[in-house]
């Protein structure tokens, strides 16, 4: 593994990728994209629950590496954004539950790698934004749709013309990131909020994500016949056997099945 990118084992079950260019602000280079996609390959095949995706130095990511991205031709500018299209796909589609510990400024790429994510928990008083239009492009690593879909058309519209960063704070009420914490706390939030979703049932969560993400996009009564049709792969399952018996013994359960 390149060390651009470094795999972390917190402990069962939860892992942390990091993103290692701290004196390019993590920018999402050609090796980058390559050594990113090989990690969360290698997580996934860990049976991993929950990932974290995290930053080195001061910035969570500044975007696509513009300063690699000059000096290409038209393929390779091509093909440099598919390789971060990939990456953010493949996070969202993911089976594990991910989510982005923005410590700093999240921009470009490096914001629709975050929206690629479940959750997004960030520091107080960074800068998010996709900041696209400034150099004549706009988001093409799913951040057009991706960004509307969480916050609403209008002030998606708002922030990808203008092209100017948000703080934490106003991403929080609009609903772009779950929490603000304090910077000095953000490390020790995640982890905490990590190994609380490590101790829940995988084909659980599994089940959580799919319904939700599918079913959003489709019309109610649609989503709620495959809602009812999942239903029995959980009812039938060993962990909810478990859930059931630690409730009555009132402890807290021990879930072991993992996705198939």
């Not at 999402?28 to 050594?35: A, D, Y």
């Not at 996934?44 to 629950?49: E, I, K, L, P, Q």
């Amino acid at each position: 593994m390149s060390s651009e990118i470094v795999v972390k084992n917190l402990g069962e079950h939860v892992y942390e990728i990091w993103m290692n260019r701290p004196d390019r602000m993590n920018a999402l280079g050609k090796e980058t994209v390559i050594e990113f996609r090989l990690a969360i390959r290698d997580v996934a095949r860990r049976n991993a629950r929950v990932v974290l995706i995290r930053g080195s130095g001061r910035g969570f990511c500044a975007g696509a590496d513009l300063k690699q991205r000059a000096e290409m031709n038209f393929y390779e500018r091509l093909d440099h954004n598919a390789g971060i299209n990939d990456v953010v796909n493949a996070i969202a589609e993911a089976r594990f539950v991910s989510i982005a510990v923005m410590n700093g400024v999240a921009l470009g790429g490096g914001l629709e790698l975050a929206m690629g994510c479940d959750l997004r928990f960030a520091a107080s008083g960074i800068s998010l934004g996709l900041t696209e239009s400034r150099v004549g492009a706009f988001p093409g690593a799913g951040g057009t749709q991706r960004l509307p879909r969480l916050v609403g058309v209008s002030r998606a519209l708002q922030m990808m013309l203008s092209g100017e960063p948000v703080s934490s704070e106003y991403a929080l009420s609009i609903g772009l990131v779950n929490e603000v914490i304090e910077q000095d706390q953000l490390e020790a939030r995640a982890h905490e909020f990590a190994n609380l979703l490590a101790g829940r049932s995988a084909p659980a969560m599994d089940q959580i994500k799919r319904l939700v993400y599918r079913g959003i996009e489709r019309p109610l009564e649609d989503a709620l016949r495959m809602e009812r049709a999942a239903l029995p792969s959980i009812l039938g399952s060993a962990d909810y056997a478990e859930g059931l018996a630690a409730f009555a013994e009132k402890r807290p359960p021990t879930f072991t099945s993992v996705v198939e």
